[in-house]
């Protein structure tokens, strides 16, 4: 009526195992051997600062910023002050007061 509750041993499984372990020797130590190229590339170093092609680049680009934002300050300087008077969009519209 119940199984029982340990495995009935099956014919030609040793076979099966005996073929599978010189697989999995070989993934293991594809595994071992790809290891050490790994690990070496995560923990390598990066240069120490940047080259001398950056360095020229981060200058040019500081000379780009500082014209930019004396050429927007000289055409801000240029522009004529508006006369500070009171405007009133309602006075068509609202009575005049009567004195």
């Known amino acids: 009526m119940h199984a029982p509750l340990t495995p009935q041993p099956v014919q ?16 293991v ?6 290891q050490a190229p790994y690990v070496y590339a995560q923990h390598s ?17 500081r000379a780009f910023e500082k ?8 055409t801000l300087g240029r522009i004529p002050d508006a006369k500070q008077q009171k405007v009133d969009p309602w006075s068509s519209i609202r009575a005049v007061p009567q004195k």
């Open 45 to 61: 170093s990066s240069p120490a600062g940047p080259s001398e092609k950056e360095k020229a680049k981060m200058q040019e680009k």
């Open 67 to 74: 014209d930019t934002d004396e050429a927007c300050k000289s």
């Open 12 to 27: 030609g499984a040793g076979k099966n195992r005996q073929a599978l372990r010189p697989i999995s020797i070989a993934v």
């Open 29 to 34: 130590a594809a595994v071992l051997l790809m």
